[in-house]
């Protein structure tokens, strides 16, 4: 028998359990539906859903009520801005409870709120949020696995690859199992099948309601119709409810749905069998003509047009009338009489004022259990999540090669430019600007890595922490980890390629100080642009900021343009803050403590040794090694934590 947690236990924590909950018999009915395959499934019902956000004058929802039986695929149609994404968003939980969404929903017979509602019912984006590199049958196993860590419902690895070949069989995709999904640097299957991998990722926990945004955007007609076809024939013979919304619907689709609820302005115009649509119109006094795609029409109905005042004041009357028509109709009170007999045990079903545990661990009684049950999931949940990476990176030759490759191609051409070091007083300026361009091109070259690389992984997170699989901590420690092999590799061959080839301070424990600093740059370079891709969505506006900091920050705390004692006191204070203050004197201490220096007769002997040099630029950078070394770890902890947070916490509308 798997174990359940109560809904406040778990990783959501939307505040959703303020509202009307379940009681323990009714959760564990939902849970066991999915487990079996459904079963007679479950009925999806709402009534009177407003959902309203500050600064709008009307809500996005305005007294939306449907029922969607078992067995059945209904549509959600409407022109942009109905409010059909908003209603989906409702139903399935993904706008949490609060004192903007008013309304009933049951799912059965059973009232539950928002996060309940998460997690007995699956939703698949309207954008897929898969890795390229990953076969269709790796992206399902690790999914699967995602699942199992959250739920505890797949016990072994056996039910697992089970669950995954189930999932391959059922939307067609055997001949693909074993093909990459495919991106920007490599071709993989078809935008249907990269669909069809979307809602399959969602069918592995057999969920008794599937919801799905604009499933078919993107799609030619073929593979639209082929999608449609593909979730009717799932919701007659699993017994599965399935709601999704759709923009232009094809003819042929239209013969494919059950039922279809029509929006707009976020007011519910029709909901109902898809074969009396037709009807329900004619009656209203606006036919289809005999070659005309019904839906279409319908829509054409619904849609205010908002090009002139006249149009506007024309179609929104047209649509208040049809409102008050559909309100009217025979279908209308028969809905009302079907919700008035799904929600016969109201009071029964919102009884408790708190979830009880179904079985397992409960925290308020055995904190010790639950904190390693946790714990423990936590871990597998984080395995999965670098596996997952590693395979990625792997079986994808060009990423590997850029981070490989890059900063290696660097390093070989500053030894080229520098060539071999002497010892004598232009080797000072020389030197000085190795170091600086050194240290400067490890953080440069992550922030360049990052870019390209981490949106696939950051959009995939944003989908996954949606549905509460993992946090951003979890998943950038996982990302960290996986960079660590080929960032230790390529920072080793060129900093050695530097180190050795331009002949600075020949000692073995210098240069590792060399390539650890070196290395530190190179990770804080890749966190500073991932958080910046956490602020801004565009790589582009992210790429820009990366490089106006680390450009900034170079500039003043370096003392390699301008010593600090001729800098302007603010720009001086300011230069405390920078990472690349403390790297920079490390270096310097590193190459130039002890170095001794010639003095040529055509020149003048500026500086006697090694020592003065610091004496007189870097003064206390010899007392201040083991400081310095502090910070820098210290400021890549921070900028790892601050990316966690902003892609955490960071609200994205991702769909």
């Not at 799609?219 to 639209?224: E, M, Q, V």
């Not at 920078?578 to 220096?597: C, G, M």
């Not at 870097?618 to 310095?628: D, F, L, S, W």
Request: with cysteine; hydrophobic share 45%.
């Amino acid at each position: 028998m798997a174990h359940y947690q109560a809904i406040n236990d778990d990783d959501d924590d939307d505040g959703d359990n303020q509202s009307t909950f379940t009681s323990a018999s009714s959760l564990r009915r939902l849970h066991s539906d999915q487990e079996e395959g459904a079963g007679a499934g479950v009925s999806i019902s709402f009534e009177n859903i407003v959902y309203s956000v500050a600064g709008r004058d009307a809500p996005l929802l305005d007294g939306v009520s449907g029922l969607v039986r078992p067995g059945q695929c209904c549509a959600v149609l409407g022109g942009s801005g109905s409010g059909k994404t908003t209603l989906l968003d409702v139903l399935a939980g993904m706008i949490p409870d609060g004192p903007n969404v008013q309304g009933t929903v049951r799912f059965g017979k059973t009232v539950i709120n928002a996060a309940q509602r998460r997690l007995v019912s699956a939703y698949v984006m309207q954008d897929d949020r898969l890795l390229p590199s990953l076969t269709v049958r790796q992206t399902f196993w690790y999914a699967a696995a995602l699942r199992r860590a959250k739920n505890d419902r797949m016990q072994s690895r056996d039910e697992v690859r089970l669950r995954v070949e189930a999932a391959i069989d059922d939307l067609g995709l055997r001949k693909v199992a074993d093909t990459s999904i495919g991106g920007v640097f490599s071709r993989g299957i078809s935008g249907g099948e990269r669909r069809r991998v979307s809602v399959g990722i969602q069918l592995l926990t057999n969920p008794s309601v599937l919801f799905l945004d604009e499933p078919t955007t993107g799609l030619d007609a073929f593979n639209a119709y082929a999608l449609i076809e593909t979730l009717s024939a799932l919701a007659r013979s699993n017994n599965k409810t399935i709601l999704f919304t759709i923009h232009q619907p094809r003819s042929n689709v239209f013969e494919l749905l059950d039922g279809v609820m029509l929006l707009s302005n976020g007011k519910g115009v029709y909901q109902g069998p898809a074969a009396a649509l037709g009807d329900h119109f004619t009656a209203c006094g606006f036919p289809s003509g005999r070659f005309v795609n019904l839906l279409d029409h319908a829509i054409d109905l619904v849609v205010v047009d908002k090009r002139s005042p006249e149009t506007e004041d024309a179609t929104t009357e047209r649509l208040n009338g049809l409102v008050k028509a559909y309100q009217a109709s025979a279908l209308y009170k028969q809905l009302e009489v079907d919700l008035a007999e799904v929600g016969g045990d109201d009071n029964a079903a919102a009884s408790s004022s708190h979830i009880p545990v179904v079985t397992g661990y409960n925290k308020s009684t055995n904190n010790v259990a639950w904190a390693v049950r946790k714990f423990r999931r936590w871990v597998y949940t984080f395995t999965t999540v670098l596996a997952r990476q590693f395979t990625n990176l792997g079986r994808n030759p060009i990423a590997l090669g850029m981070r490989m490759a890059q900063l290696i191609a660097i390093g070989s051409i500053l030894s080229m430019f520098i060539l071999r070091l002497d010892n004598n007083q232009s080797s000072v300026q020389n030197r000085s600007g190795l170091l600086y361009q050194a240290m400067m091109s490890g953080s440069f070259v992550g922030m360049l890595t990052a870019i390209p690389l981490f949106p696939e992984h950051r959009d995939l997170f944003y989908r996954e922490r949606r549905q509460g699989f993992y946090n951003a901590g979890t998943m950038l420690l996982a990302y960290v980890v996986h960079v660590l092999p080929t960032a230790l590799i390529a920072v080793t061959v060129a900093s050695s390629i530097v180190y050795f080839g331009t002949g600075l301070y020949p000692e073995t424990s210098r240069f590792f100080v060399f390539a650890g600093v070196i290395f530190f740059g190179y990770l804080f370079g890749e966190l500073l642009a991932i958080m910046f891709m956490g602020v801004f969505y565009s790589p582009v506006i992210a790429n820009t900021s990366s490089a106006l900091y680390m450009s900034v920050a170079s500039l003043i705390s370096t003392s390699v343009f301008r010593s600090y004692e001729r800098m302007p006191d603010v720009v001086r204070w300011v230069s405390y803050s920078s990472i690349y203050k403390y790297a920079s004197q490390i270096l310097i201490v590193n190459e130039f403590q002890d170095l001794r220096l010639t003095c040529d007769d055509d020149e003048p002997c500026r500086y006697p040794s090694g020592n003065f040099y610091l004496e007189l630029y870097y003064p206390n950078a010899v007392e201040n090694v083991a400081r310095n070394w502090a910070l820098v770890i210290v400021f890549v902890g921070v900028m790892g934590v601050s990316a966690a947070l902003v892609l955490q916490f960071r609200k994205r509308s991702m769909r």
